[in-house]
């Protein structure tokens, strides 16, 4: 079955393990067999993981001057296209759901309907009605 070297007092010995059952092993020890019984192995050290543990220091909080992160001012609309504005059908304060329609607008001799994005409550209207747009430009904001 497996082959093991020992050296036991300076002695050298070869160990061939036969068969294992039910705690009985049959051995050959330098030619001789052996029938021995097995204990359940006993451990006096104990194993160390082989993964590191990290530790980290903790994070000292941020004082008010340091404190810089922006916080969402909501979702805003953009223009799909260059155009100009001609209706807007929202007021701010108005409460929308996704895909509501917010403006109408002018676009390649087309009117283009601009829906919401998101659901939310209008919180700033930037364009007015007959002003002309850029492509991206910030329409409107839902928060």
């Known amino acids: 079955m497996k082959k093991y070297k020992f050296k036991i007092n300076g002695n050298d010995y070869e160990v061939e393990v036969k068969d294992f059952e039910n705690g009985t092993a049959n051995i050959e020890v330098n030619g001789t067999c052996y029938q021995i019984e097995v204990d359940k192995m006993k451990t006096t050290t104990t194993v160390k993981p082989k993964t590191p543990i990290l530790v980290r220091s903790s994070v000292p909080k941020p004082n008010a001057n340091e404190s810089n992160i922006q ?42 309907n601009v829906l919401a994005e998101s659901g939310g409550v209008i919180s700033k209207i930037h364009i007015t009605e007959a002003q002309t747009v850029l492509q991206n430009d910030t329409l409107i904001t839902i928060s």
Not at 88 to 112: F, P, Q, R, S, Y
């Open 71 to 112: 916080k969402n001012e909501g979702v805003s609309v953009k223009s799909p296209l260059p155009g100009t504005i001609v209706k807007i059908l929202v007021k701010v304060g108005d409460t929308v759901k996704e895909g509501d329609k917010l403006l109408t607008m002018e676009a390649m001799k087309m009117e283009n």
